[in-house]
């Protein structure tokens, strides 16, 4: 959902990277005001910021009420919220009269695509690994490219090619913490996740973690916040194992395009497009979604003027950290569930560099403490064999914060810090990096990933997706395990199906109220 009276905030600085030392320090605010960083030596960098725009949702936060108008139009389907899992559930409901409502001017949510001077990169979600989704994209026309690449990683300094498929015995790391890498990797493999999975989801990955050294907690507290936006003592031992018998990246299966999964995004937007004009309203930020008799009254705004529609059911494809506020009438378990959801600040911060950097894997990650706790070719599936070293080269580089730093994320000079710190860690890891890199593009968001705690998988991801009247639940937070294109898939498809069947009873004359009792 995004506020219609303020573009999308895209603020463009000039400054100079500057020392080793600038690394360590954010951009003073008098340099902010001026513009211009001129200390210390290097090549000039211009810094893009980019924001989601959430002020009306912070008002809907806060508790403001609105005088909501009576509906002035009427929809089969309303879904509100334009990522993934909406824009998949409108895909599949094309053939109803749907209406997308999605907050920012553009759709995808985590997943959107960028380009610079011919480069596409991604401002978040970067590859997918599922048959489903892989199927999905062939149906609306696009190719697949398979990645090919096993990660590096970057330890103590030192590039480690393929490092879970033995890079790490020839890490620089003490001979100990090689056999202790092996040893978690051996033990991973022999654990029955689906038998125990109610065990390791009440239990912290950091105990499954204590009996090995401590640099493989180290590795994973910086893997978590990439992938489920949680390190080790937050994250549920369930999620934890089962990516240690994922094996981070080895998976064959793996694809991508230049610029990520947002690609995926904008070709469904053109597909619901095709199926019929109107479908898709974006700058449009919810603000109630209640039931009312055997419909559902959605009331957002667009264009600074508030709207009702009343549709026969609706679909929140939004975070629950936004539904809980403006689902009225929730039961109390299932906003108590919701509410116990926890979601963290990102950042992502992408390189442009006028020559090639780094082009020896697709995916390289780095162990705690680094802030780049990963970083990727953006163009890897159509330049990794090239041989060329003059071309233009986009490394995106994800640096998550805590979530006692999702406050700080909204000041300026607090995030160009970090966009010195890449350009700094990437030239001390690749000599000469500075001197390529001619700008640096910053998005951040407040709540992009749901973090993969103890409980959610089975405790609250069931409560939270149970339909409530004619309100169904999706996004990615309502599946549990990890917040990934494929899972937001699943809630798509699961709600398109609870509609369509909705849809039809009520055509029969039978009206479900979504908590299995049937009224006429």
């Given at each position: 959902?995004?506020?219609?009276?303020?573009?999308n905030?895209?603020?463009a600085?000039?400054y100079?990277i500057?020392?080793?030392?600038?690394?360590?320090?954010?951009?003073p605010e008098?340099?902010?005001?001026?513009?211009?960083?001129?200390?210390g030596?290097?090549?000039?960098?211009?810094?893009?910021?980019?924001?989601?725009i959430?002020?009306i949702c912070h008002?809907v936060?806060?508790?403001?009420?609105?005088?909501?108008?009576?509906?002035?139009?009427?929809?089969?389907?309303?879904?509100?919220?334009?990522?993934p899992?909406?824009?998949?559930?409108a895909y599949r409901?094309r053939?109803?009269?749907?209406l997308?409502?999605?907050?920012?001017?553009?759709?995808?949510?985590?997943?959107?695509?960028?380009?610079?001077?011919?480069?596409?990169?991604s401002?978040?979600?970067?590859y997918?690994?599922g048959?489903?989704?892989e199927a999905?994209?062939?149906e609306?026309?696009?190719?697949?490219?398979r990645?090919?690449?096993?990660?590096?990683a970057?330890?103590?300094?030192r590039?480690?090619?393929?490092?879970?498929?033995?890079?790490?015995?020839?890490?620089?790391?003490?001979?100990?913490?090689?056999?202790s890498?092996?040893?978690?990797?051996?033990?991973?493999k022999?654990?029955?996740?689906e038998?125990?999975?109610?065990?390791?989801?009440?239990?912290?990955?950091?105990?499954?973690?204590?009996?090995?050294?401590?640099?493989?907690?180290?590795w994973?507290?910086?893997?978590?916040?990439?992938?489920?936006?949680?390190?080790?003592?937050?994250t549920?031992?369930?999620?934890?194992v089962?990516?240690?018998?994922w094996?981070?990246?080895?998976?064959s299966r793996?694809?991508?395009?230049?610029?990520?999964?947002g690609?995926?995004?904008?070709?469904?937007?053109?597909?619901?497009?095709k199926?019929?004009?109107?479908?898709?309203?974006?700058?449009?930020t919810v603000v109630?979604?209640?039931?009312?008799?055997?419909?559902?009254?959605?009331?957002?705004?667009?264009?600074?003027?508030?709207?009702?529609?009343?549709a026969?059911?609706?679909?929140?494809?939004?975070p629950?950290?936004i539904g809980?506020?403006?689902?009225?009438?929730?039961p109390?378990?299932?906003?108590?569930?919701m509410?116990?959801?926890r979601?963290?600040p990102?950042l992502?911060i992408?390189?442009?560099a006028?020559?090639v950097?780094y082009?020896?894997?697709?995916?390289?990650?780095?162990p705690?403490?680094?802030?780049?706790?990963?970083?990727?070719?953006?163009?890897?599936v159509?330049?990794?064999?090239?041989k060329?070293?003059?071309?233009?080269?986009v490394?995106?580089?994800?640096v998550?914060?805590p979530?006692?730093?999702?406050?700080?994320?909204?000041?300026?000079?607090?995030?160009?810090?970090f966009?010195?710190?890449?350009?700094e860690l990437l030239?001390?890891?690749?000599?000469?990096?500075?001197e390529?890199?001619?700008e640096?593009?910053?998005?951040r968001?407040?709540?992009?990933?749901?973090?993969?705690?103890p409980?959610?998988?089975?405790?609250?991801?069931?409560?939270?997706?149970?339909?409530?009247g004619?309100?169904?639940?999706?996004?990615?937070?309502?599946?549990?395990?990890?917040?990934?294109?494929?899972?937001?898939?699943q809630?798509?498809?699961?709600?398109?199906a609870?509609?369509?069947q909705?849809?039809k009873k009520?055509?029969a004359?039978?009206?479900?109220?979504?908590?299995?009792?049937q009224?006429?």
């Amino acid at each position: 959902m995004t506020e219609s009276h303020k573009p999308n905030r895209r603020q463009a600085i000039k400054y100079l990277i500057a020392g080793a030392a600038a690394s360590a320090c954010p951009i003073p605010e008098e340099v902010l005001a001026r513009g211009d960083w001129t200390q210390g030596a290097g090549a000039p960098v211009h810094a893009q910021l980019e924001s989601e725009i959430n002020t009306i949702c912070h008002k809907v936060r806060d508790g403001a009420q609105f005088a909501l108008p009576k509906p002035s139009a009427e929809h089969e389907v309303v879904i509100v919220g334009g990522g993934p899992s909406g824009l998949m559930a409108a895909y599949r409901l094309r053939s109803q009269d749907v209406l997308l409502l999605e907050k920012e001017p553009r759709l995808g949510g985590d997943a959107l695509s960028e380009e610079w001077q011919g480069e596409w990169y991604s401002t978040g979600s970067a590859y997918a690994d599922g048959e489903a989704l892989e199927a999905l994209c062939r149906e609306i026309g696009m190719e697949i490219y398979r990645i090919k690449s096993v990660d590096a990683a970057i330890i103590n300094g030192r590039l480690v090619p393929s490092f879970w498929e033995g890079g790490f015995r020839e890490s620089p790391y003490p001979e100990s913490v090689k056999k202790s890498f092996a040893k978690f990797q051996a033990d991973m493999k022999g654990i029955d996740t689906e038998k125990s999975a109610e065990k390791l989801d009440s239990m912290t990955f950091a105990e499954i973690l204590s009996p090995y050294a401590p640099e493989v907690k180290l590795w994973f507290d910086n893997f978590g916040p990439n992938n489920w936006g949680a390190d080790t003592e937050n994250t549920s031992a369930l999620v934890g194992v089962e990516s240690a018998q994922w094996g981070g990246g080895l998976s064959s299966r793996r694809y991508t395009w230049p610029g990520g999964l947002g690609r995926i995004s904008a070709a469904l937007e053109a597909a619901i497009n095709k199926a019929g004009s109107g479908r898709i309203r974006k700058n449009a930020t919810v603000v109630s979604v209640e039931n009312a008799g055997s419909g559902v009254l959605v009331s957002y705004f667009h264009d600074q003027e508030l709207i009702t529609v009343r549709a026969r059911a609706a679909i929140i494809a939004c975070p629950k950290h936004i539904g809980k506020h403006i689902i009225k009438g929730l039961p109390t378990e299932q906003f108590q569930a919701m509410n116990a959801m926890r979601y963290a600040p990102y950042l992502v911060i992408n390189a442009c560099a006028r020559q090639v950097i780094y082009n020896g894997s697709y995916d390289t990650d780095i162990p705690a403490p680094s802030p780049i706790v990963d970083f990727n070719v953006a163009g890897w599936v159509v330049e990794r064999d090239s041989k060329e070293t003059k071309r233009r080269q986009v490394l995106t580089c994800y640096v998550p914060r805590p979530e006692a730093d999702r406050v700080q994320i909204l000041d300026d000079a607090y995030v160009l810090g970090f966009g010195q710190k890449v350009v700094e860690l990437l030239n001390t890891w690749f000599p000469g990096a500075r001197e390529k890199i001619e700008e640096v593009h910053i998005y951040r968001r407040g709540h992009p990933l749901f973090m993969s705690a103890p409980g959610v998988t089975t405790r609250l991801a069931p409560k939270i997706r149970q339909p409530f009247g004619n309100v169904f639940m999706a996004h990615s937070d309502s599946e549990g395990d990890v917040s990934t294109y494929e899972s937001a898939q699943q809630a798509a498809n699961r709600t398109a199906a609870q509609v369509m069947q909705a849809l039809k009873k009520r055509a029969a004359g039978r009206v479900p109220d979504g908590a299995g009792r049937q009224t006429a």
